[in-house]
């Protein structure tokens, strides 16, 4: 039997919430340190969680869980495309890395808002560094997690809505 949207959305969020949690079990646990692509993508983690949390919460009527299901489909297309920058950076020989930037605390701290954000954004020889796990670099599973989540969204945009919750 096929969850409901309602059910659907309970599980997208717990999706995200575990890979937050692995995320965190990595950083500090296994002592990898993010890099800012890294957060980055955490951030489109933990958004496309909590919109689908919010769908799941408030129930809304058909116009409404497709507007849920939409923004959850571009949340994680959005991380993607920075686990792609960081797949992209860590393929370039080591010749044409970019130099590896200040610290994020530094960053937001030293530049103005905007651009310390477009730094964020753009990664740095940070981000090309490769921590794998089953023979796939981080950025990969990201990426593979995001087109799954944006599969579901996407599935619970064109499916038959729901009679009862």
Known sequence: MIPSVRKTNFLIFIVCTLMILAAAYMEHVMKMIPCSLCITQRGFVVLT??????????????????????????????????????????????????????????????FPFMDALKLL???????????????????????IAFIGLAGVNLYQLLRKQDKLA
Not at 81 to 108: E, I, N, T
Not at 121 to 143: E, F, M, P, R, Y
Request: charged content about 10%.
């Open 121 to 143: 954004l753009q990664g740095d020889g940070n981000c090309a560094h490769v921590d794998k796990i089953l023979g796939l670099s981080l950025a990969l599973w990201t990426l």
């Open 49 to 110: 969680g909590l919109l689908a949390l919010a769908a799941a919460l408030h129930n809304p009527a058909v116009t409404g869980k497709r507007a849920y299901a939409v923004l959850g489909i571009i949340s994680p297309i959005l991380g993607a495309c920075f686990a792609g920058r960081q797949l992209w950076l860590q393929s370039l020989p080591a010749d044409q890395v970019p130099a590896c930037g200040p610290g994020l605390a530094y960053m937001f701290e030293v």
